[in-house]
């Protein structure tokens, strides 16, 4: 019985290492994970995305998602200024860069309130999610940072660390 088993074993180990041996050399992370071979929001958290989207509604305009590896920010920010300006539905993402955790701020417009929401899992044991949701002040007021985002208040850019989702 252990013989069998132990032959079965030895026989996997040689599958594995000759799978490895022969398929190896093909395989690239830079191809695995080429951005332009995946979809626009293969890394956007889904619980922001379906917050946007409920918040401007499922026939809004998507903008995009800014990142380090997709889209520049002027080119989302571009797209929901023109949405905003024509007061059409549409949300739009931006990945920010954090030492501890992983950041996303999205804009959400309805055609008639504009809301922030901003998401953010800390790294670490607990990996806990946050996602904070707030209207943009009456009136409102959208304009383009120096860094090509959005801007329509200052808690959207200084997220609070106290609202948990």
């Known amino acids: 019985m252990r013989s069998r088993l132990r032959i079965r074993i030895a026989a996997l180990n040689c599958f594995c290492i000759a799978s490895i041996i022969s398929f190896g050399p093909s395989l690239f992370a830079q191809s695995l994970f080429n951005p332009k071979k995946l979809p626009s929001d293969w890394m956007s958290p889904p619980i922001l995305r379906q917050r946007l989207l409920a918040l401007a509604g499922q026939d809004a305009m998507n903008c995009g998602r800014a990142s380090q590896s997709s889209l520049a920010p002027a080119d989302v920010t571009d797209c929901a200024l023109q ?68 801007h329509c208040s200052l808690d959207d850019i200084l997220p609070d660390t106290d609202a948990i989702y």
């Open 83 to 150: 949405q905003f300006a024509a007061k059409k539905n549409f949300y739009a993402r931006y990945d920010l860069e954090g030492f501890d955790s992983e950041q996303t701020i999205g804009f959400a417009f309805d055609g008639e309130k504009l809301y922030t929401v901003t998401w953010q899992r800390m790294m670490g044991w607990t990996g806990k999610q946050k996602l904070k949701t707030q209207e943009c002040p009456l009136p409102i007021q959208l304009t383009k940072t120096r860094s090509g985002r959005l």
